[in-house]
Each structure stands twice: as C-alpha cells, then as structure tokens.
C-alpha cells in the first residue's frame, strides 16, 4: 500500500512547473501563453507525459505552467527545454527551473525522551543534530523546528514531529516513511503523520 502523504499546499499550487527568465522575456512569453501551451502539450505528448499543461501565468521573474497532474523531473526538463528554444528566448536567460517545494509532515516514533547516561531529555537541537549525523536523511531540508512530545506523562519515550520540504511527488517523503535509524541504543522508526500538533501540552497537568 503506498503511503498517503500530508501536505500543505492546495491543490491547484502543488500542480505548477516554475521557470525563472528574464522580465521582457516573461512579459512576450505570456502575450503568446496559449500558443506556447499547445507546443507545450504536444512535446508532453512525445514523451508519453500523462499531464497536460492548462494555463501560464507569472510572479515576480517566474512564468509559472499550472498543469492538470503533479509534474515530474522528466516533464520540468521537457518545460525547460521548449522554454529555452523559443526564438526570442535567450538559452542564458532561463535562469532556473523547478518543481513547487512543499511541506510535508512526518513523526519519528520509539525514541527515548532521556538522553542515554544523561539526564537532559531530548530537544528539538538534539534531534537537528541526529538528523545531520545520520545517512538515510542526506538532501533532505527540515522545513521547520521540531516538536518533541512525551508519549504519555510518564513514559520513558517520546514522538518528534518533523516537518520537511520535498517536491511535488513527494519522493523523498515517501522514502523515508517506515525507515528506522539508531539512536543510541533503540531503533527509531519514521511515519507519516497529519500536520504536526499546534498546541502545547502542559508539562504539569499534560493537558
């Protein structure tokens, strides 16, 4: 069963290819967006894409092409490509090409709340630290500060929230769910998970 993800952005924003060229550039590539969408549908189309480009529209210094399906790195390159031969497109003036980051929530489980021979308990630095120290979470960006919850009030273990950035697929996310990792001497384990709590649990009533 494949894992089902959690993200933040909507919809339609997880659906777009982002392509940074010059502003002159950006401003003919718009005036001329319905027929670029049609090439653009037609060389998705060799390639047996199974999207389709909708519409273009721009932010800043970015065309941004909404598509009908989450892009992939082989439907950016083919983008890329046809932006890059456009005739009044200089190849030096496609600055950058790319798939939307987003965020994407997972929780590490059976991970002790107290350091091993120590008596300080695990923090958001610790596990920053634990992170950067183990292999299986190489090019992975932490999207946010962790979150580190006891189990229960007098559990000896705790749940760390991690928050990541991945693109649109989700590739690395999908990559680390029912991973495990030493920590010490216990095996930590990585799950999917909804959006990480808000709330603060009170460390008196732990409500």
């Known amino acids: 069963m494949k894992p089902k993800l959690h993200i933040t952005m909507k919809e ?5 290819v982002i392509i940074s060229i010059s502003n002159d550039n950006k401003i003919k590539f718009i005036l001329d967006s319905s027929f670029h969408i049609a090439i653009i549908n037609r060389a998705l189309k060799n390639i047996k894409s199974e999207i389709k480009a909708d519409f273009v529209w721009s932010e800043q210094s970015d065309i941004i092409i909404i598509t009908n399906k ?6 950016l390159q083919t983008i890329k490509q046809y932006v890059k031969s456009v005739n009044y497109i200089k190849v030096k003036k496609v600055k950058t090409s790319h798939l939307s980051q987003l965020k994407f929530y997972l929780k590490i489980i059976f991970i002790p709340y107290l350091l091993e021979n120590t008596n300080s308990s695990i923090t958001a630095d610790v ?11 190489n090019n992975v960006i932490i999207a946010s500060r962790s979150k580190v919850i006891k189990v229960f009030p007098k559990s000896d273990m705790a749940i760390i929230w991690l928050d990541i950035w991945d693109i649109q697929s989700g590739s690395k996310t999908k990559g680390l769910i029912n991973r495990c990792f030493n920590v010490g001497s216990y095996i930590a384990t990585i799950r999917e998970t909804n959006i990480n709590p808000g709330v603060p649990q009170c460390k008196n009533c732990w409500k």
């Open 127 to 137: 596990v920053k630290a634990i992170i950067k120290n183990n292999h299986i979470f």
């Open 70 to 75: 989450v892009a992939t790195q082989l439907d």
């Open 12 to 16: 339609l924003f997880c659906k777009q």
